[in-house]
């Protein structure tokens, strides 16, 4: 089955980290670029991080620059997310995705076309 | 504050057709493509839209996308009861260098 699965999710007291893992399976993950999304409790959906096929290149949004990490190991089928320095708006899911590449006529639009069941994170004292 | 936009909430009845927006600006959805999300309450989202107006395989051909300058439409028509879900856009932003969602439609089937 073509799926990807979250871990490490739990709560946290503020100024402390998690590692968050995502593993996949039913496709070959090392052809893909990885994302972290997350979605606090009835809010919309975020963008975090991405890391391309090799890892070679990641990028991040501003609101978590410099406390989050994204990695990936590719012989083991695995996206990660360290997350550190936890506030209290950071309370969310987090979701591993997949960026699909849908090409045609020479142009690949990506889209976030594999979503995991998402890791819970909560950040409270 | 999402720099794409949506309006929080659309209806229809079964059968009838409903078009929900996202709005954007020259850095993002006016010079990208626009991808459309569906997600029922508890679960992940799901892609439903990419590339603006391009189906993957499984979505119902009832669901269509399209984009016009700094905004874009997903119409759904013959609303079924299951249909009834949140609806985001995505795209990237040049500005920010970053992948935003619109804060999302929740469709009701009345």
């Known amino acids: 089955e073509v799926q990807l699965v979250e871990s490490g999710g739990g709560l946290v007291q503020p100024g402390g980290s998690l590692r968050l893992s995502c593993v996949s399976s039913?496709?070959?993950?090392?052809?893909?670029?990885g994302h972290w999304l997350r979605q606090a409790p009835g809010k919309g959906l975020e963008w975090l991080s991405y890391?391309?096929?090799?890892?070679?290149?990641?990028d991040y949004a501003e609101s978590v620059r410099g406390r989050f990490t994204i990695s990936r190991d590719n012989t083991k089928n695995s996206l990660y997310l360290q997350v550190n320095t936890l506030r209290a708006e950071d309370t969310a899911v987090y979701y591993c995705?997949?960026?699909?590449?849908?090409?045609?006529?020479?142009?690949?639009?990506?889209?976030?076309?594999?979503w995991g069941q998402g890791t819970v994170v909560t950040v409270s004292s | 504050q999402s720099v794409v936009t949506q309006a929080p909430s659309a209806s229809g009845t079964p059968g009838q057709s409903v078009t929900i927006t996202c709005s954007g600006s020259?850095?993002?959805?006016?010079?990208?493509?626009v991808n459309w999300h569906q997600q029922f309450p508890g679960t992940a989202p799901k892609l439903l839209i990419y590339?603006?107006?391009r189906r993957p395989s499984g979505v119902p051909d009832r669901f269509s996308g399209s984009k016009s300058g700094t905004s874009a439409s997903l119409a759904i028509s013959g609303l079924h009861s299951e249909d009834e879900a949140k609806y985001f856009c995505?795209?990237?932003?040049?500005?920010?260098?970053?992948?935003?969602f619109g804060g999302g439609t929740d469709l009701t089937v009345l």
């Open positions: 995705v997949r960026e699909g590449r849908f090409c045609s006529g020479g142009i690949c639009p990506g889209a976030f076309d594999l």
């Open positions: 039913g496709f070959t993950f090392s052809s893909f670029e």
């Open positions: 890391i391309t096929i090799s890892g070679d290149r990641r």
């Open positions: 020259g850095s993002n959805i006016g010079v990208n493509h």
């Open positions: 590339d603006n107006d």
């Open positions: 995505a795209t990237w932003d040049v500005s920010l260098s970053a992948w935003v």
